[in-house]
């Protein structure tokens, strides 16, 4: 046992068996960020709606280039196990059956916040940190989207935002969005 006051910090193991022996519901969402469990906001509807737009609309863009996954684990390190709005992946022939895709597998994080941004925008260090190459969130209450690129020494080295109209696509993508392979 730990000294009065300690806090402890959990494994990605530890916390997927806590989940396995029922501490969590299904319908519990929490994640793991830097050992702690953390709860997040409920999703509204506004928000609901944006990821299924995004969703529908980055699958039909980039079909069969990337894995489109809306609101599923991505594995950052030992403590650290987020679970973004929508991550597009490297393809995997196994759709990642056997592992949840790491850092090394993302294209581009996206991240949606009805009222919470600040939350997200915490959340893009870790994402720095692991060396995600892009990260966009979308500010549903400020009507923009901040643009993260190019991860160095834990952070990005550049932030743009975006505001209603302005053009943006993803930087890294294989083949861009334009449809080529």
Not at 6 to 29: N, P
């Amino acid at each position: 046992m730990g000294s009065i006051g300690a806090t402890y910090r959990f494994t990605a193991e530890e916390f997927h068996r806590m989940a396995a022996a029922g501490v969590f519901t299904e319908d519990d969402r929490v994640e793991l960020l830097e050992g702690a469990i953390t709860v997040m906001s409920p999703i509204g509807h506004r928000h609901a709606a944006v990821v299924d737009f995004l969703s529908e609309r980055l699958g039909e863009a980039l079909r069969r280039r990337v894995l489109v996954r809306v609101q599923s684990p991505v594995r950052l390190g030992p403590h650290t196990e987020p679970q973004p709005d929508i991550a597009l992946l490297r393809r995997a022939e196994d759709y990642y059956r056997s592992a949840h895709p790491t850092a090394r597998d993302v294209w581009l994080i996206v991240e949606v916040a009805d009222a919470g941004v600040e939350y997200d925008r915490a959340r893009v260090r870790l994402y720095a940190e692991a060396g995600v190459p892009e990260v966009w969130i979308i500010d549903l209450a400020g009507d923009q989207i901040e643009v993260y690129r190019a991860p160095r020494s834990g952070r990005y080295e550049e932030a743009i935002t975006l505001r209603r109209g302005a053009d943006g696509v993803p930087g890294g993508l294989p083949g861009g969005l334009a449809g080529r392979r």
